[in-house]
Every structure is written in C-alpha cells, then in structure tokens.
C-alpha cells in the first residue's frame, strides 16, 4: 500500500479508499459485537430524515467492549487522518451503522457544516467508515461528492436541489476516509435482505469540540484499560502542551500517571 498515494487522493478529491486493509477475523469480531450490542442495547431506527428509518446506530462504542480499542488507533487510518488533521487529533464519534433494506438515501451534508468557518478552510474534521459487508450502490454505500471540500463557501442544498455523486462502493475490511468539509451522505438500500454494515469512526482537530463527551461517556475504570494514545485520542490529553490542562498537567497524567505532554514553549510550530 502506498500511503502517499491515499494522502493526495485526499488532498485532490476529499476522499480516499484503502481495500482490504481489516483482515477477516478482525471484521467478523467486530460484526459480532455490533450485533450483541444491537440486540442488547434494544437498538432500532432513530426514525428521522437525517439518521434514517431503517438504519440502526449504536453510539459510544468505547464504552462497551475492548474490542473496540483497536478501532481508533489503526495505523494506516490514524496515518491518513493525521496528515489532515495533524498530530493530537482527537475521537470525535466511534458508532456502528447497520443499513437496512428499504433505506432511503440520506441528505448530503458535510460534517463540519455546523462550524461558523468560511470555506475552504483548514480541515477540522476527518472521518472513516470501516466496511463491515460489503459497500455496494445497491445495497446503499456513501455517496459521494469528489472535489467539494474545496468549493468556496457552498449553500447546502435539499432533496429539490439534487447535486451528481457516485458510491463509494468497497469490499468487506476495506476503510473509506474522507476530510470533513466533503460532501456526502449514506445511499439507499434498493436490496431485498442486504443489510449493510460500516463502522463510523470520526475525529477531530485537537481544538475541536468533539462530536461524543469522551470524557463523560467512557466509564473511568474502562478508560483507565486505554492505552496513554488512545486515552490522549478521547480527549484526556492536551493540545500542544497548553489547551485543555489542569495545572499544567493533563487529565490523564492527573487520573492515571501518562507522562505530561510537551509543553506549550517546546512545541513545535504548526505549518499552516
């Protein structure tokens, strides 16, 4: 795999594919888990326009098995999201997204569309989707709209105002990454018994609020199982030495003894 190759395509389209890159085992552990949470977390279509009426979702993952620890730290994707988004990125979200058949397609939108920023801008957001199944436009794979995280200040459109996209049609383990300002949505499901199944495994810029309370929502006795990474990935660290400290000192080194960050005056600058 040609990691440069997958950056530029982010850069140029706003979107990248890696195939294959979750081997079987890994994908049928997860499949597993998304089911069992599925069943005993009573999940069921939320029932609006933007999340769906036949797509389950399952939020907060962290907080329910360690499974799912592996997920946000993936080399490769943490790779690719680094290079938009810089070093101490954060979690934003991790959910599972079952996508039943008889789904419509959701609205396109651009995940960082709530921030007040002119566009383009500095990206902010950078999300993946893991395949679980296999992305088809059939069975409703994100559609996406290439090279529109570089439109200048774009009016968000509604179903009367259609926009061309494609599908971003992957096999089974493969991982699709794409910046925040991309737009997109999820497609419809025109199956009869596929259902399709993607982790959503969003971050953020270090200054960015994050999308889930990490903090809050992960159990402490579960985060204190984190690795010192993950544990900065969900927030309990600082950005650059300086942005979310307590004396100083950060929320992990605080609760659970990870060596402080590079302070404020020894970190390097940020290019811009």
């Known amino acids: 795999m040609d ?10 389209q706003g979107f990248t594919i890696v195939e294959g890159l979750i081997d079987d085992d890994t994908v049928d552990l997860l499949m597993a888990d998304v089911r069992r949470l599925e069943d005993k977390l009573h999940r069921s279509p939320d029932n609006n326009r933007f999340e769906g009426n036949r797509t389950t979702r ?13 997920v946000p730290v993936q080399p490769v994707v943490a790779s690719l999201i680094q290079s938009q988004l810089g070093p101490e990125f ?17 609205v396109i939108h651009a995940d960082d569309q709530v921030q007040p920023l002119a566009k383009p801008h500095v990206p902010t957001v950078c999300n993946s989707m893991w395949a679980l199944t296999d992305f088809t436009e059939a069975n409703g794979a994100t559609r996406l709209v290439p090279g529109s995280h570089r439109w200048d200040n774009p009016d968000y459109f509604d179903d009367d105002n259609p926009i061309e996209s494609i ?11 794409w910046t925040g300002s991309l737009w997109h949505g999820g497609g419809a499901n025109t199956t ?19 999308q889930e309370n990490q903090q809050l929502g992960i159990p402490p006795e579960i985060v204190a199982t984190f690795t010192p990474e993950l544990r900065q990935m969900c927030g309990f660290g600082m950005y650059r030495g300086l942005t979310g400290n307590i004396e100083k000192k950060s929320p992990a080194h605080l609760l659970y003894g990870d060596e402080p960050e590079t302070q404020l005056w020894d970190a390097e600058p940020i290019d811009t």
Not at 3 to 12: G, I, S
Not at 192 to 203: F, K, Q
């Open 3 to 12: 990691l440069d190759t997958h950056v530029a395509e982010l850069d140029e």
């Open 90 to 106: 954060l979690i934003s979200s991790l959910a599972s997204i079952s996508l039943a058949p008889g789904e419509t397609a959701q």
């Open 167 to 177: 599908p971003a049609e992957m096999s089974k383990g493969s991982v699709l990454v």
């Open 192 to 210: 009869d018994d596929e259902v399709r199944v993607g982790i959503a495994m969003n971050y953020c810029a270090g200054f960015i609020r994050q």
């Open 58 to 70: 399952t939020y907060n993952l962290l907080a329910h098995g360690e499974i799912w620890q592996q």
